[in-house]
């Protein structure tokens, strides 16, 4: 039995919707702050989404039209074949559009909707965008992400691609920033820092650092943020040593490599490993340990006495 039209009952659509769309912050923050209005106005409502963002959800091609009796588009642009078709599937409902942008003021896509509430149009004076009032958000970690795929001088020892697939799926899962990163140096490629000093300004702008790079692990502890080091060179190489030598606990060997070791890791990193690496970046600046380049002098003092 189909059920009747519900005049109140409003569906929620943008380009986070369509099949062929995508979701950004923007249009998703954009959303909130309708829904939030919406919520607090008592008015009852659904949210169709692309089911290549959210596939759980509910879907337009699931959605039967006729249980709305009005339908609201949220930012973005207004034109394409894809709105011009929302117009034609929900010609009974109310359409309303709000916080997009008019490019074409005459287009169908524009045309189809009653009530057009516009960010910027034509002639227009501009409005604040939707996502600068949506609902303030929880903080979430921020994530460095140091990996390699290289160092085949470990051979058959080497762990390095079932390293780098472990841990980027069990990050997939996390509830954070992530921020991929190079120790790489580059001066012509924009993306990849050009000198340690602005590596090191994102490293100490991290909650914490995900790496199996020896320098991936000691340069975020010389910033002070907490590393989750993964050795991934079996039984163990540079990226233990290293964790020994400057007392970090944080380190999971290739073959322990699970997602309930991880998980504790990152809890701690997340919790007393920052009190622990700022201890150890105060103790790299204080140079209570010495390091290869103490030794150097001494192994050249008979040059220099000469």
Known sequence: ?????????????????????????????????????LRRAGLPYDVAWSPGFRPGALHLEQ????????????????HGPQIERLHRRFAHCL??????????????????????????????RPGPDLAARAPALPARPVVGVVLTHGQHEYAGARRHDLVARELTAWLHGKDCARLELETRLDTRDWRLCATPAQLE?????????????????VLALRAGTPALAVDPVAGGAKVSAQARACGWPALVPA????????????RWCLTSGRVAARQVCEEFAAGTARDGADELLRALRPLRAG
């Open 201 to 217: 300004s994102v490293l100490a702008r991290l909650d914490l650092v995900v790496t199996d790079r020896l320098h991936g692990m």
């Open 63 to 78: 959605v039967v039209p006729e249980r709305y009796g009005q339908l609201v588009f949220v930012c973005g642009p207004l």
């Open 255 to 266: 073959e322990r490599l699970e997602v309930s070791e991880l998980d504790r890791w990152w």
């Open 1 to 37: 039995m189909r059920q009747g039209p519900d005049a109140s009952r409003i569906l929620l659509t943008g380009w986070f919707t369509f099949r062929d769309g995508e979701a950004t912050a923007g249009d998703v923050l954009a959303l909130h702050r309708v829904e939030d209005v």
């Open 95 to 124: 359409r309303i559009a709000v916080g997009t942008s008019v490019i074409d003021p005459d287009g169908e896509a524009v045309t189809g909707f009653h009530h057009v509430i516009a960010r910027d149009a034509p002639g227009a």
